[in-house]
Every structure is written in C-alpha cells, then in structure tokens.
C-alpha cells in the first residue's frame, strides 16, 4: 500500500470516526500531560537546587573505586587496581552541552614526601605523606607566568649522573638503572587558594610561620622543596626504586588540586611510568569538569553516569538522586495513566474493529493484505496519539505557566525563589509526543491483529 | 490450448460447524475456461457462496487444488493471494458491500488504494468511464444511501472492473433487486462478456441469469452434476 493511500484511508477515519476516537485520545492526552508536567517540574527543581540552592558549576567525577575484592580476591591476590578514566571519555565529557573545559588529572600513582619551604618560612617543613596530580599545563596558563609550569624535560639540561653534575638549581633526572640521565630545572608546581588559604589561616599560626599567601606570587624563584619520590612514611612504591628530585612552586591556580602539589602532566605521566607501570601513566584519576553554570552540572552528573563515572562531591549528588527518585516517582503516577488509556484504546479499538468487518473483508476481496489492514489499523492509532500528544503537551505547559503564576502571587518569598520552578528542554516535547505515540499505538496492537484476522469469506457472507 | 482461468480438482470445503461439520463442497472438479460466461445454479444451501469465496482465494479453508490462470493457490502466501485478487479477479456480491461513508466515486476507486503500482489519474479516468458507461455519471458524488437497488449493484460492477480484471465472481448479483432492475444488469454482463472477453462465473438460484450464461453448471448439497452440464 502506498502512503499516500494510508494517509486516505486515515483520514477518512478521522472524519467519521471522530468521536469515538476523541474519547480514546482524552485518557492519553491526559497522560501525557501529566508525565510532562512532572518531569518538566521535576527538571526545573533540580536545575534550581543544583544552579542556585548549591551553586556547583564545577564537578569532579571519578571512575567506581575499585571493588571491594573480597576473602577470595584478598587470596588470590587479585583486583585491586582502580579503572581510571580513558582519554576517549574525556573529550566525550568535553563535547556534552553546556561543558566549559574538562580539566582530567592524573594522580600520582606512588607514595611521595616532600621538604623544603627555608626560602620563605626560615626553615624547612616536611610533609610526610605528599599528594599530588597532573594537569595539562594550558590548564594552568591563565594563572601562572608563560614558561613557568612546563615540563622540565621538554628543554632538557645536559647529561649527567648525579646532582653535582648540575649547576644552578638543576638536579639529574635520572630513573633508576639508566645509565645517564639529563639535568633538570626543578619540576614547577602549582597549588590551590585553598591549599594557601589552609596553611595561612591554620598550619601557619600554629606554628609562628609567616602566611605566605601574597609572598608567594611575589617571589621569583617561588619556593624549592626537595620531593621523595616512591617513598613515603607509610611506604614504598610497588616498582622502581626511590630518589628525589627538586621542585619548585611557581603558581596559584583555580586549576590545581586542592590539596597537594600540581605537576605538569608529562611529568606525572612519565613518574608513575616509573613507579606505578603502563596502566598508572594512561588512565587519568579523575576528570574536573567546568559547566557553563550550575544549572548544567545536572547534565554532566548524566552524562558522567552514562560513561559510569560519579561526581567526588557527593552532595550534587545526593540532591540529583533524591530529585530523580521523586521524579520517578511521579512519572509512575503518569506512566499508570498512561497503561489505562491504552487499555482505552484497544476497547474503542475494538469496537471500531468489530463494527468494521464487512468493510475490511471488502478491503481484503479487492486487494488488500492482512498485513496492510494491520498497518491501517496502527497508523489511525498513531494518529491518534500524535494528536493526543499534542494536546497533552499544550496543556502540560499551560498547567506549568498557571503553577508558576500562583507560586509567584501566593507563596511567600524564600531563598532561592526561582521565577519558574518548570524547565522544558527539547527533548521533553519529544518524549511525551513519542510516549503518546507508544501507548496508543500498543493499545491498538491487539485489535490490529484481529482486523488482520477477519475471514473475509465469512464477513463478506452476511449482509 | 490456452491456460484456464479456473481449474479444480477434488476441491471440498467442510465447515466446522461443531458436531455436525457440514460438507459444504463435495469433490468438485470443474474447469472455466477464458472467456466463458459460466452460471453456476443451485438451490439455498448448496454451496455456491462458498464454491466463489473458495475460488476467489477469499476461503483458503479447502481441501483439493485450486488454479487460477495456471497458478496453484494453495501454494501462495496470503499476500500474494491478495496481490492477485487485486489483480485479476473481480467481486460483485448480493448485498452490494458498498462503503456508506464514502461517495460513490470514491467507492469505485477503492481497489486502487491497495495497488502498488497504481497511478491515480488514470484510475480516476478509468473509473469516470466506467461510472459513464453504467449510466452513472451524474451520480458520482452521491452517497450510496442515495440510490436505488440497481444503481448501487452498478456502483459494485464499476468498483469490482476498476483494476481491469480477468475474471469476475458474482454471488447473486440479482438476489437483491426486483425483475427488470435484474434483466438490466445481467444485460450488462453480457455486453462485458462480450466486449472485453471478460470471464465470468456467477452463481445463483434464478434461472434468468443462466439463460444469458454460455455454459451452466448445477450445484447439488456441494456436488457438481456434470450429466447437468448445459451449454448455451
Ligand atoms: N461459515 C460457515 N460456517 C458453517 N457452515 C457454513 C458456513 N458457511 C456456509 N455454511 C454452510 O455450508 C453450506 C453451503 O452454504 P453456502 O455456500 O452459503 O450456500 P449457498 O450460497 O448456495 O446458499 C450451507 O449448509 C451452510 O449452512
Ligand atoms: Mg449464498
């Protein structure tokens, strides 16, 4: 059959059938609408919450820890060893809408310590148990000096095999069981606001130091610290044997993590390499992502979980959870209006096909296939929903204008009023058309089947 | 010799009908050749709907073979079977079958709407003559609630030709309409039989309709009498 002939046929029904059709259509235009409405409203809670009530526009999201493994995996020996996040799923991160910048981090994969801090506090302080990541360093360029927070390496000094060889700062950067190294300016390192705000407002009164926060940028050659690399207080690294190397703070920068120290990431890369094997240098830790404003970071905790990666900051979370679990909730209450309006349509379905047996066994004498009567029978109910759709769609909006208004004229104002408590992207106008569709058109299958059954010989025999 | 347009061999139909299934064809061998005018005549209950709903491919119930223009039915899948009804067969029925909603043209060219191949001027062109040459030009937008007896019949004549089929099955095309009205459309059959080669195979109870029959058949409780067989 051809389109244009479907199209006929369903517009003939259409013209005669109205009514009966129109009764079947209410049940799911009111469905629809009602699933609309709630998701809609659900949307645009969350959007609220998350964009005003806990301003987040930056998440960090990290890979499952790694599972606990259990008696048997604690025998075996095996597991363990945390997935990381590919670099595939970073640009996929940075292409969802609404994403400013992804920021991934690789984490030292290896115990480190670290000393140093004479130049400007008067003497040295330690930490015994150093954390640190490493980020692109464009990353960082808005915030640092050009040509400060780059990878030693990329300009590497002279060969050497130890320290001595090297003048002016420089130390051997030299792996274990290399013959030569090549000497090295110390590895630069950034550090966060908070890190400083930390040391200025608590460590450092505590303990009679100058606060460091506006000498820091001021000075230079920033801060040296001698770093321990593969070993620490609690511990030797896996692989590789431990040596120290010097480093150099030469920045303040939103980008870096917030507690420890900020490599280039070349230098990371090639240090967990070292300490931490193949896997430990590929896989970043964690990816910081930046959303144009918090009203996007909902889209970003989705996005994540669709790559199976959770936000680090647990309360978007938690607010993103509980706003979806109501959300959920409530498009049950729409879905079960939905299944009974389908249920509406096979009765009128039915009906409509019942009362139809002559004409479809005429339909089937001049031509037709069981298989075009069923499409008929289909297409008028998809019809039908479309249409439903649309009006389920209208008055779902209209229930949100009049919703906003009465919440704008009678509630008292609160924190965080927001002018619309609704949100409609896109997508939703196409969901609840597509879900108007889906439902009639289900229930139209079983009458579908018996207008494809009807024995034409049998129907065409009566009067 | 040419294929012809009906061949069967040892064709039963029983309907199960709970304890007692009826037979309500019995072994029936009968050959239509192209061209012919067959009447098949026989009492209420004989058989003679379910013989054209069996042939017509409307009926796949049966036991035996059925070939229509050398094909074996049996063997086709239900949408092929379609294809060829839309095809090649034509049906004009006794209570007309008529759509109330739709105008009588649009009834005339609602074979078209399950041609694949069709192309809708034409089918319009070929459904205005029609209407023209049944004496129903002027009537074309009307509904069938409109017209008599008669006309409606004619509609059901210009709706089962649309598709220019070989073969016309008509189950008591007069059962419904009074002498003369009758005597009219039987001459119409005789003038298609006769101007477009038009094969055709009615069945009836009236005798009239197999005076203008270039060959007669009696069907007796589902059995074809071939000692009956009479030749115009
Ligand atoms: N659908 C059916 N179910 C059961 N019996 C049927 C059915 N159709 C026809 N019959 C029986 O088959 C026999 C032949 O019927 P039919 O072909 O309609 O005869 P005719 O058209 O000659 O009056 C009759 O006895 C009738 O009762
Ligand atoms: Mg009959």
């Known amino acids: ?463 | 010799m040419s294929v012809p347009a009906i061949r069967t061999r040892g064709l039963s139909r029983v309907h199960d009908g709970g304890r007692d299934a009826r037979r309500a064809l019995a072994d029936v061998e009968i050959v239509v050749e192209e061209g012919e005018f067959v009447c098949v005549l026989g009492p209420s209950g004989s058989g003679k709907s379910t013989l054209l709903a069996v042939i017509g491919g409307l009926d796949r119930g049966y036991q035996g073979e059925i070939e229509l223009f050398g094909e074996d039915i049996g063997r086709m899948s239900d949408a092929a079977l379609a294809r060829l009804r839309g095809e090649r067969i034509g049906f004009v029925f006794q209570h007309f079958h008529l759509l109330h909603h739709l105008t009588v043209i649009e009834n005339v060219t609602t074979p078209a709407l399950f041609d694949p191949h069709g192309d809708e001027e034409a089918c319009l062109a070929r459904a205005k003559h029609l209407l023209d040459r049944l004496g129903l030009a002027d009537r074309a937008g009307d509904t069938p609630a409109e017209l008599s007896g008669g006309q409606r019949q004619r509609v059901a004549i210009a709706r089962a030709l649309l598709r220019k089929p070989k073969l016309l099955l008509c189950d008591e095309p007069t059962g419904n309409l009074d002498a003369d009205t009758g005597a009219r459309i039987i001459e119409l059959f005789e003038e298609f039989h006769r101007e477009e080669r038009l094969t055709i195979v009615a069945v009836t109870h009236e005798e009239r309709l197999a005076r203008a029959a270039t060959r007669i058949l009696r069907l007796h409780d589902g059995r074809v009498d071939a000692s009956n067989e009479v030749s115009a």
Request: include cysteine; charged fraction near 20%.
């Open chain 1, 1 to 463: 059959m051809k389109l244009a002939a479907l199209v006929r046929l369903v517009r003939r029904d259409l013209a005669r059938a109205r009514r009966a059709l129109a009764g079947s259509a209410f049940g799911i235009a009111a469905g629809t609408a009602t699933l609309v409405f709630f998701l809609a409203l659900g949307l645009g809670v969350r959007a609220v919450l998350l964009g005003e009530v806990f301003p987040i526009d930056r998440i960090e999201l990290e890979p499952p820890k790694a599972k606990d493994p259990g008696l048997l995996g604690l025998l075996l020996g095996g597991g363990g060893e945390p997935s990381g996040i590919r670099p595939d799923d970073v640009d996929a991160l940075g292409r969802v809408p609404g994403v400013k910048r992804v920021l991934p981090k690789l984490s030292l994969a290896f115990p480190a310590s670290a000393r140093g801090g004479r130049e400007i506090l008067g003497h040295d302080v330690g930490a015994s148990e150093l954390p640190g990541d490493g980020i692109d360093p464009s990353l960082a360029a808005a915030d640092v000096k050009p040509g400060l927070f780059v990878d030693p390496m990329d300009t590497p000094g002279p060969a050497c095999t130890d320290d001595a060889a090297c003048t002016g700062g420089a130390y051997c950067e030299r792996a274990e069981g290399v013959a030569e190294g090549r000497c090295s300016a110390p590895v630069p390192a950034i550090v966060s606001r908070y890190l400083v705000e930390i040391f200025d407002k608590s460590i450092a009164p505590a303990h009679g130091f100058p606060a460091v926060g506006e000498t820091l940028l001021g000075r230079a050659q920033g801060i040296t610290f001698t770093v321990r690399l593969g070993e620490s207080l609690l511990g030797r690294a896996k692989q590789g044997s431990p040596r120290t190397i010097k480093a150099r703070i030469v920045g303040i920068s939103g980008s870096a993590t917030d507690l420890g120290l900020t490599f280039p990431l070349g230098v990371v890369r090639r240090w967990n390499r070292e300490f931490g094997g193949e896997r430990a240098a590929e896989r970043y830790s964690s990816a910081v992502v930046e959303a144009r404003s918090g009203a996007e970071v909902a889209d970003v905790i989705d996005a994540g979980a669709r790559m199976g990666l959770s936000p680090k900051d647990t309360r978007a979370r938690d607010v993103s959870v509980l706003v979806s679990g109501v959300m959920a909730l409530l498009s049950l209450v729409a879905g079960v209006v939905l299944v009974v309006s389908a249920s509406s349509i096979t009765q009128t379905f039915r009906a409509l096909v019942l009362e139809r047996r002559g004409e479809i066994a005429l339909y089937r004498a001049v031509g037709a296939t069981a298989g075009e009567i069923g499409a008929w029978t289909v297409s008028l109910a998809a019809v039908v929903g479309f249409f439903a759709g649309a009006l389920g769609l209208v008055v779902a909006r209209i229930l949100a204008f009049i919703a906003d208004w009465a919440a704008a004229e009678k509630l008292p104002d609160f924190p965080f009023k927001p002018d619309t408590f609704f949100a409609f992207p896109w997508w939703l106008w196409l969901l609840g058309m597509g879900f108007s569709i889906l439902f009639s058109v289900l229930g139209a299958i079983g009458p579908a089947r018996a207008a494809a059954k009807v024995d034409p010989a049998r129907a065409l025999a009566g009067s």
